[in-house]
């Protein structure tokens, strides 16, 4: 036996930072009295801790890859850079939650604290190594989803979407380890490196039963990330949910779903395979109507909130694109893809939350003449809008070149072709938002209370590396490709 | 005699009837118990491919968490439905219908 835990200790410190902080703001909630309003200490023992958890995630960047606790956990480059990604939304996601009048005032401590939960299994799927692992990632990601979609427990749209997300969850978990049962019986192994060893060499009857286990494999990580069959819930739980829960739940369990996702593809199918062929195929048909149903159905929503979540789905399918190409291109472009879908997401976000919190409902029509009264945050959606279609110069055009063009260099064009397709199919929503804000006159010339000073600058500070992303991404897709990103 | 496939039936039985439970009752109870069907039916392969096939420990204890998480998962699930039938006084899954366009 390996009892080296605390040898290792270097390589997890942003973990037990994490788990130490999630304990510390229960015990910190519990000094406070029920209807104290203003708990600014729980809200700055958050910021410290996400901080610190940056800083350490940010210092084990350096380190090279380990596999630690009996091989069943990996710290590497690339599942440090998801964390930190990671980290970022959940730090956004809290500060939104301050100051959002959709959170009841007394359970904004109880945000913080599941949010910190989230995002602790976040880190345990990112760095999933063994069945285990993953298992227990994807349900401490789950389990804790279930309880903030239903956050506003007063409210009859949120509990129904906290109770969708429980049962899909538990369906779609269910689906996954039945799947896993039957890979560990015919592999004999739960480990990912020992699983894709005995890859490449099966009979045709372990094939046969591995196929179907594959594909309800699949079912766990689709139902995370929200892609095709498995989507259904995303668009009702994002809808009822609060906005900043919303907003958590576009960032943290999608890009922690798409890291094991990765990790999973990456690790098994090196060699070639049947098997290997038929988990493309796969993840080639799953990504194609992905992006198409997301993009489709977007386009009839009447609520903000809605359409932001289909856009979320066919952001999903692109990133699935991504994957198909295993090599070292294709994952590090689909990590591109997250960092700067994080940043376009969390602006939208923001000024949706805002908009939302001063009006009482987020119909696109609440947007109309933004522009006359806040030039500078309609300006700012404009920017996201255009950079989530894709226009150059803006991030957002950057990382879907960067996928069609790793699409294309392993020849599947098919996928390139439908991936351009639909970036013109949701060119029609997003800038029917613009169009709204430019062209409409506006409907009231009351202040929005949510745009101060302060606020404004957090969401230019958010716009800024959309354009940074966008115009100096050579720069930083070099620095990217002398680390190696993923070792496996 | 009890062999590896009399256990495989059993868990794929189980695992039939989970899912004949979630697509066919309309109670929200029922489905979650469809649910925990499903990954009892996990479990028991788990534990089964253990005993007859594979002899490490991996198995044995990936049953064992599945049983803790379930447990878990039952609780949160069945605190959701409470807070439903609260509000809605009914836990019929066709009432759960607000958030539709």
């Known amino acids: 036996m390996h009892l080296n835990y605390l040898a290792n200790i270097g390589r997890y410190i942003p973990e037990v930072i994490l788990v130490l902080l999630m304990v510390g703001l229960i015990i910190l909630e519990a000094t406070y009295k029920e209807d104290e309003k203003n708990r600014k200490y729980i809200f700055i023992a958050t910021l410290v801790g996400l901080v610190a958890t940056l800083g350490a995630l940010i210092a084990n960047m350096s380190g090279k890859a380990e596999a630690i606790f009996s091989n069943s956990i990996i710290i590497d480059q690339f599942s440090t850079l998801i964390k930190m990604v990671m980290v970022l939304g959940t730090l956004a996601a809290i500060y939104l939650s301050r100051f959002s009048k959709d959170i009841y005032e007394s359970l904004k401590t109880e945000f913080a604290i599941m949010a910190v939960g989230i995002l602790i299994g976040g880190f345990l799927l990112a760095s999933a190594n063994n069945m285990l692992t993953f298992y227990l990632g994807i349900e401490t990601l789950s389990i804790l989803s279930y309880v903030m979609a239903a956050l506003k427990k007063n409210d009859q749209r949120s509990s129904e979407a906290g109770l969708k997300y429980a049962l899909y969850g538990g369906i779609s978990a269910g689906l996954m380890l039945f799947g896993m049962s039957h890979i560990f019986g015919v592999l004999g192994t739960i480990q990912f490196a020992g699983v894709a060893k005995m890859i490449p060499t099966l009979t045709s009857a372990q094939l046969a039963i591995l196929m179907p286990s594959f594909v309800l494999l699949f079912a766990g990580i689709g139902y995370k990330i929200a892609s095709v069959p498995f989507h259904m819930w995303?668009?009702?739980?994002?809808?009822?949910?609060?906005?900043?829960v919303t907003t958590f739940f576009a960032i943290v369990p999608k890009l922690a779903g798409i890291a094991a996702l990765i990790r999973i593809t990456a690790v098994f199918f090196v060699v070639d395979s049947p098997m290997k062929i038929g988990w493309i195929g796969l993840l080639i048909v799953i990504s194609a109507l992905t992006m198409t149903v997301g993009n489709v159905t977007a386009i009839g929503q009447k609520s903000v909130k809605r359409m932001?979540?289909?856009?979320?789905?066919?952001?999903?399918?692109?990133?699935?694109?991504?994957?198909?190409?295993?090599?070292?291109?294709?994952i590090r472009s689909v990590v591109f893809y997250g960092i700067t879908y994080l940043f376009m997401t969390l602006v939208a976000f923001y000024i949706t939350s805002i908009v939302q919190d001063k009006y009482g409902n987020d119909h696109f029509d609440r947007f109309s003449g933004l522009i006359y009264r806040y030039p500078f945050m309609a300006v700012m959606m404009a920017v996201v809008m255009f950079s989530l279609t894709g226009l150059p110069p803006l991030a957002g055009f950057v990382a879907k070149y960067n996928i069609i063009s790793s699409l294309i260099n392993?020849?599947?064009?098919?996928?390139?072709?439908v991936l351009g397709l639909n970036s013109v199919v949701s060119a029609y929503y997003y800038l029917k938002i613009v169009r709204l804000m430019t062209l409409k006159p506006q409907e009231s010339n009351e202040e929005i209370e949510g745009f101060g000073f302060l606020n404004q600058m957090v969401i230019v500070s958010m716009t800024v590396p959309v354009f940074v992303l966008g115009i100096f991404w050579e720069t930083i897709m070099n620095l990217a490709a002398g680390a190696k990103l993923f070792i496996q | 005699m009890i062999s590896l496939s009399s256990y495989l039936f059993i868990s794929l039985v189980l695992f039939l009837c989970g899912i004949f439970v979630m697509v066919a009752r309309?109670?929200?109870?029922?489905?979650?118990?469809?649910?925990?069907?499903?990954?009892?039916?996990?479990?028991?392969?788990?534990a089964a491919y253990t005993k007859f096939l594979n002899n490490n420990l991996e198995g044995?204890?990936?049953?064992?968490?599945i049983i803790v998480i379930a447990a878990a998962e039952a609780a949160v699930g069945l605190g959701i439905v409470i807070r439903f039938f609260q509000l809605r006084e009914s836990i019929h899954i066709d009432d759960a219908s607000t958030l539709q366009n």
Do not use: Q, R
């Not at chain 1, 995303?234 to 900043?244: C, I, M, Q």
């Open chain 1, 234 to 244: 995303s668009p009702d739980v994002y809808e009822g949910s609060p906005t900043p």
């Open chain 1, 308 to 330: 932001l979540a289909y856009s979320s789905i066919s952001h999903a399918g692109i990133m699935l694109a991504g994957i198909v190409v295993i090599n070292d291109v294709g």
């Open chain 1, 410 to 417: 392993s020849k599947n064009y098919a996928l390139a072709i």
């Open chain 2, 26 to 46: 309309k109670n929200i109870i029922a489905i979650l118990l469809g649910i925990e069907l499903i990954l009892n039916a996990s479990a028991l392969n788990f």
């Open chain 2, 60 to 65: 044995h204890i990936m049953s064992l968490f």
